[in-house]
């Protein structure tokens, strides 16, 4: 072979890859600290972090515990908190009544956060899992075979104002229900919030990647048994045409963001949505995403923050304009001490 061989072409697109600073100028896609959004577990009580099994490095706080995290997370430019309240299992029943109990943990959550970092937007679910003794996130019908559509969005809507009234700058429905976004934006209306915005969890899929959640809020017993299945309101993760629907359908009656749930199994949703509409779009990098990362780190299969940087550069990049993920601390902190 010559020693000048060289092909005579005309495109070499490594040209653009010689070194950082030349690929860091050609990057599509880039991960903001602004576009991170934390969970965060609160429990009733005065103990110390409850760490989650299934979830290594996420623990449940108690609402002290949870000021300071927030505080931290505001520091480090996180601009959005979603709140998920752990129940003790004794205040759970049938109908989760507590969801309605204006002393109920997660609304004396709200009233301290936003006391504390008034300037942290504050998110909370509408949806009535973390208080039902059967785990769903609305009321039996009389038979007991299914989730009463009308009545939930009945009892979400009285939810959804108690949240406003505790000051959240964001409900989010995450129930699936029929009609629950406009039911939501009237009732809300009516109550004088017009200001309070709503993150329509509108596709959101029955994945059996919520499990190590359902650890963490206790609602565990509605995951895998038929009679207690989602699959009666949550989509079908067959289904890529009816998520663009069930967006349209939560538009139309108010919603301000929508989210795609799954995040990374879900990147052709989340494309399809970002293409079918003009408002933001939330994903969601669930549970379940995040424990197959750290199991696969921890066994030394996988790299922890490569993957964790990765996968959420794919979500960014099939077109969510924010993430809702368990790494949103770390990759701040990261982002932080990069610059
Ligand atoms: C339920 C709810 C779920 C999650 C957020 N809200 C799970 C479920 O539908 O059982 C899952 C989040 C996660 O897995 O990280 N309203």
């Known amino acids: 072979m010559a020693k000048n061989f060289q092909l005579p072409l005309t495109h070499r697109p490594r040209r653009l890859r010689r070194q950082h600073s030349r690929r860091s100028?050609?990057?599509?896609?880039?991960l903001r600290v602004e576009d991170l959004i934390a969970p965060l577990f609160v429990v009733d009580g005065k103990g110390a972090p409850e760490p989650i099994g299934s979830m290594p490095g996420v623990s449940r706080f108690s609402i002290a515990d949870l000021v300071k995290e927030c505080a931290e997370l505001h520091a480090l430019g996180i601009p959005a908190v979603a709140l998920f309240p752990k129940l003790d299992a004794r205040l759970?029943?049938?109908?989760?009544?507590?969801?309605?109990?204006?002393?109920?943990?997660?609304l004396r959550?709200?009233?301290?956060?936003?006391?504390?970092?008034?300037?942290?937007?504050?998110?909370?679910?509408?949806?009535?899992?973390?208080?039902?003794?059967?785990?769903?996130?609305?009321?039996?019908?009389?038979?007991?075979?299914?989730?009463?559509?009308?009545?939930?969005?009945?009892?979400?809507?009285?939810?959804?104002?108690?949240?406003?009234d505790a000051g959240v700058d964001f409900v989010a429905?995450?129930?699936?229900?029929?009609?629950?976004?406009?039911?939501?934006?009237?009732?809300?209306?009516?109550a004088g919030h017009t200001g309070t915005g709503i993150i329509a969890y509108s596709a959101k899929y029955n994945s059996a990647y919520y499990g190590p959640f359902r650890d963490a809020v206790g609602s565990a017993k509605a995951a895998g048994t038929r009679l207690l299945s989602k699959a009666t309101y949550q989509m079908d993760p067959a289904n890529r045409r009816e998520a663009v629907r069930e967006v349209q359908l939560d538009?139309?009656?108010?919603?301000?963001?929508?989210?795609?749930?799954?995040?990374?199994?879900y990147l052709d949703i989340i494309r399809d949505v970002r293409n079918?509409?003009?408002?933001?779009?939330?994903?969601y990098q669930i549970s379940g995403e995040y424990a197959q990362i750290q199991a696969a780190a921890q066994l030394g299969w996988l790299d922890l923050a490569r993957c964790r940087d990765e996968s959420l550069l794919a979500i960014k990049?099939?077109?969510?304009?924010?993430?809702?993920?368990?790494?949103?601390?770390?990759?701040?902190?990261q982002l932080k001490d990069k610059r």
């Open 25 to 30: 100028l050609v990057a599509e896609t880039v």
């Open 92 to 106: 759970k029943d049938a109908n989760g009544t507590q969801a309605l109990n204006k002393r109920t943990l997660v």
């Open 109 to 164: 959550a709200v009233r301290a956060v936003k006391a504390a970092v008034p300037e942290l937007t504050v998110i909370t679910d509408v949806a009535l899992d973390p208080y039902t003794s059967h785990g769903h996130d609305g009321v039996l019908n009389a038979a007991q075979d299914d989730v009463d559509n009308d009545r939930t969005v009945a009892i979400l809507c009285r939810m959804a104002v108690m949240q406003a």
């Open 173 to 190: 429905p995450s129930d699936m229900m029929d009609g629950r976004v406009g039911a939501i934006r009237k009732a809300l209306d009516a």
């Open 251 to 265: 538009i139309a009656e108010g919603a301000d963001i929508v989210m795609v749930k799954p995040a990374g199994l």
């Open 276 to 283: 079918s509409t003009r408002v933001p779009v939330a994903a």
């Open 317 to 333: 990049r099939a077109g969510a304009d924010m993430i809702l993920t368990y790494f949103a601390k770390e990759v701040a902190k």
